[in-house]
């Protein structure tokens, strides 16, 4: 029985139960209704990643305040996606825990993870495609775009892979955090934190990516399409790592597992 207050967060056990159980409710999806959620969370995402593109235009590419402000301004996708509601790709990598207790079949978790990544990738090319035709990116925010996305290419397999890694880790922390909160305003909070360090250390990120590489090409890169989808690959796999393994795994063991306290 929780006797806590209602304005309380919640501790985490109770949170790794809550995540197991929204894992349930989200292999339990249609298919239609969570290709859709994932399309909007793939432009929510890539949102984020255009706030980011503004702030980014004529500042000091390096860690400094302006790598700082394009963090929070890049939290407005998980924000959407959270508060909002939506089906995130990365995010969703905290399923696992549903799946290692058999709550969800492991059929159910890659149905989820392949409509999920689809429609993200939907959505975040959409949107890029759509500020393409909006002028915005003419010069000078045409400009950054490029660089973002020739960057992003020319990162070695390993480093992207590692990148991805260390990012979905911040990223499903911040999720893990905003289940702590009763209140939009409590959720906010927690994934501020989490999202703006994992953009001011320059880590990798699928979803986004989805939306860089489009938006640099709509902006005149010449980045190649083998070159995008290797990134997205050696990401992606990192994101599987670091949110499945470094953060789902090791609180399933914490506090789902069958010493765990809540037992």
Known sequence: MDNSSPLDAYKPPRIAALIETAGVAKASLPTAQMLVLAILAGAFIGFGAAAYTAVMTGADPGFGPARMLGGVVFSLGLILVIVGGAELFTGNALM???????????????RNWGVVYLGNLIGAAGLASAFG???LLDAPM???AVKLAEAKANLPAGEAF???ALCNALVCLAVWLTFASRTAAGKILAIIWPISAFVLLGL???VANMYFFPQGWAAGSDVSFGAATANLIYVTAGNIL??????????????????????
């Open 162 to 164: 590692v990148r991805g």
């Open 142 to 144: 045409g400009n950054t």
């Open 204 to 206: 990798e990120h699928s």
């Open 133 to 135: 035709f909006s002028g």
């Open 242 to 263: 670091g949110g499945g393994g470094g953060v789902a795994l090791a609180y399933r063991f914490a506090y789902l597992g069958p010493r765990a306290g809540m037992k």
């Open 96 to 110: 696992i825990m549903a799946a290692v207790d058999r709550k969800i079949s492991f059929g159910q978790l890659m």
